[in-house]
């Protein structure tokens, strides 16, 4: 898998134009790209990025991270997925960042995902879906989606038991056997329970195109 993903971030890199501020989303495919980025860091203006994670591996090659209040709208957001629809909808949130991906996709005019082909479904949900809470409202929003969706929210530890802390200092609820035949319902349905900060279904906001990592890549 870790080919594809490299075959797509490349082929994403052509997006990039001179004098820009690029999004950069999270994960091992966006790591590609902001290695890819780098060799062209002295044609760009800098970065705005989705994570701490992000932030550290851009620095290390040389690219300013700015700060998104700053910079005003972005012409390009460059991001994985855990899934992807044929209508370009997505599953984010595997890395935990998906909040601030999702407000940096909402900035920005064009969404471009980079996935290898694994991530492609036909209907989202057997990713477990993420939603990132509030840690005092975590007990309360697993009983409410379970009520709401019949889907299993399990609180998201990393292996040595401890909760995973998003960068923003909240914990990860995955919902599993979710089969979302709606997504921009569920979206809307969760986004109002309080306690939620961000669910993980781009669907409101789906990318604009699609790379699928393959030799030679697909841009749907
Ligand atoms: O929180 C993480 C992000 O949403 C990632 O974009 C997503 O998990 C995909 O990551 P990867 O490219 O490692 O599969």
Same mark, same amino acid.
């Given at each position: 898998?870790?080919?594809?993903?490299?075959?797509?971030?490349?082929?994403?890199?052509?997006?990039v134009?001179?004098?820009?501020?690029v999004?950069?989303?999270?994960? /091992?495919t966006?790591?590609?790209?902001?290695?890819?980025?780098?060799?062209?860091?002295?044609?760009i203006?800098?970065?705005? /990025?989705?994570?701490?994670?992000?932030?550290?591996?851009?620095?290390?090659?040389?690219?300013?991270?700015?700060?998104?209040?700053?910079?005003?709208?972005?012409?390009?957001?460059?991001?994985?997925?855990?899934?992807?629809?044929?209508?370009?909808?997505?599953?984010?949130?595997?890395?935990?960042?998906?909040?601030?991906?999702?407000?940096?996709?909402?900035?920005?005019?064009?969404?471009?995902?980079?996935?290898?082909?694994?991530?492609?479904?036909?209907?989202?949900g057997?990713?477990?879906?993420?939603i990132?809470?509030?840690?005092?409202?975590?007990?309360?929003?697993?009983?409410?989606?379970?009520?709401?969706?019949?889907?299993?929210?399990?609180?998201?530890?990393g292996?040595?038991g401890?909760p995973v802390?998003?960068?923003?200092?909240?914990?990860?609820?995955?919902?599993?056997?979710?089969?979302?035949?709606?997504?921009?319902?569920?979206?809307?349905?969760?986004?109002?329970?309080?306690?939620?900060?961000?669910?993980?279904?781009?669907?409101?906001?789906?990318?604009?195109?699609?790379?699928?990592?393959?030799?030679?890549?697909?841009?749907?």
């Open positions: 898998m870790s080919e594809s993903k490299r075959l797509a971030a490349e082929k994403a890199i052509e997006y134009e001179d004098g820009m501020i999004g950069v989303g999270t994960g /091992s966006v790591a590609y790209f902001i290695d890819a980025l780098g060799r062209i860091g002295d044609r203006k800098g970065a705005v /990025s989705s994570s701490e994670q992000s932030t550290e591996r851009l620095r290390g090659r040389g690219i300013e991270v700015l700060d998104l209040n700053a910079t005003g709208p972005l012409s390009l957001y460059i991001d994985g997925a855990d899934e992807c629809d044929p209508h370009k909808r997505l599953i984010k949130g595997g890395g935990a960042a998906l909040t601030r991906e999702k407000i940096i996709a909402e900035a920005s005019e064009k969404f471009v995902c980079i996935v290898d082909p694994s991530k492609r479904v036909d209907v989202l057997r990713f477990p879906l993420p990132e809470v509030i840690p005092m409202a975590r007990s309360l929003v697993a009983r409410e989606i379970l009520a709401l969706t019949g889907g299993q929210p399990v609180w998201r530890q292996a040595d401890a802390v998003t960068d923003n200092g909240n914990w990860v609820l995955d919902i599993h056997n979710l089969s979302i035949t709606d997504p921009v319902g569920l979206e809307q349905a969760l986004n109002p329970i309080p306690g939620v900060v961000c669910v993980g279904l781009f669907a409101r906001r789906p990318a604009d195109v699609v790379i699928v990592g393959a030799e030679p890549p697909q841009v749907l």
